[in-house]
């Protein structure tokens, strides 16, 4: 049966901005997690929702509450135009941005002056203004942006699918965190990344096979390259169908079902993860690529991961014991 489906994937690719303005802002105000919880100085603890295999938290910003999705694959912070309006002061006019299946028109930055996390500052950040409102619809939601790479980047980022929580910790130019008194959870693995610009690449496994994968907190589905060797593929169960929906609302056939003997190392591996097979020439050409797949939404319910971009490691914490 064929289903329609929305999957988010690394930067947005599909958005184009602008769509109605109903907000002209001078100058961005400092922006507050609404449910976020002090843990200390440089570490604040949040809950997010889970829309449709995204991760959202709640913020509230010049007096409006609603909601922003967690990405790792957006290299900035993004506010949706269907809310608020750059003006000619805070950026250039009509820039281009490259996307995997079409270029980004008319992307426009804002400049901030001063991002309020809670207790926690952050300086100089520009945002890119996009019109995401075909996303806000599809999920239903109050989108007011997306929290990228240059916003997560000074942090060492708990995500914690078990909990639902999200904790931000500050972290110093070499990766250290600013308070030791952080985890009440054991660290049991971690693994090196590659960085290549905002991307975190995972040297990765398919059986016996070398891969490389990208992660991104917003792909609501893993992707793998359509276009691998077969010996990769057999790893593959296909189960039906799908319409792929972009965010600009083109559509497409995708295959979708299950990638089995996924590993990053002999340690750290993977049961069998939701995935659709993509094209991705478009993906790494935008970004000066050669991945093999995306891991997201699946990697991060397998595995409570703590991300540090400065240390470019990934930490893993148990997952709690559960009671037949």
Avoid: W
């Avoid at 489906?5 to 997690?33: G, H, M, N």
């Avoid at 993860?273 to 991705?280: C, E, I, S, W, Y």
Wanted: one cysteine or more; proline letters at 2%; charged letters at 30%.
């Amino acid at each position: 049966m064929h289903q329609s489906i929305k999957i988010i994937i690394v930067l947005l690719f599909f958005a184009k901005s602008f769509a109605t303005e109903k907000k002209t802002i001078k100058d961005v105000p400092p922006f507050f997690f609404t449910k976020a919880e002090f843990v200390n100085a440089s570490t604040t603890r949040i809950p997010f929702k889970v829309v449709d295999q995204l991760i959202v938290v709640e913020i509230e910003i010049l007096n409006e509450v609603g909601d922003f999705i967690v990405d790792t694959g957006s290299e900035t912070l993004i506010l949706n135009s269907a809310h608020f309006k750059p003006t000619r002061k805070y950026g250039d006019d009509g820039k281009q941005k490259s996307g995997v299946n079409e270029n980004i028109e008319d992307v426009k930055e804002k400049h901030l002056s001063l991002l309020s996390i809670n207790e926690i500052n952050l300086e100089k950040l520009n945002a890119d203004v996009v019109d995401l409102s075909h996303i806000e619809k599809t999920k239903k939601i109050k989108l007011l942006g997306i929290i990228g790479y240059n916003v997560l980047k000074d942090f060492e980022i708990f995500i914690d699918m078990h909990l639902n929580q999200l904790t931000l910790t500050r972290i110093d130019k070499k990766g250290n965190k600013c308070s030791n008194k952080v985890y009440a959870e054991t660290i049991v693995d971690s693994i090196d990344f590659i960085l290549k610009k905002h991307t975190i690449i995972l040297d990765a496994y398919v059986g016996d096979k070398k891969v490389q994968f990208g992660l991104d907190t917003a792909a609501e589905y893993n992707q793998l390259n359509k276009d691998l060797d077969s010996e990769i593929l057999d790893y593959f169960y296909p189960s039906r169908e799908l319409k792929l929906t972009g965010a600009s609302g083109k559509k497409k056939k995708v295959l979708a079902g299950k990638l089995y003997r996924v590993k990053l190392n002999d340690s750290i591996y993977f049961g069998p993860m939701k995935t659709v097979l993509a094209n991705l020439k478009k993906m790494n050409t935008a970004f000066g690529t050669n991945l093999d797949g995306i891991l997201g939404f699946e990697f991060f319910m397998q595995k409570r991961t703590i991300i540090n971009y400065r240390k470019k490691k990934l930490y893993f914490i148990a997952n709690p014991i559960t009671e037949p």
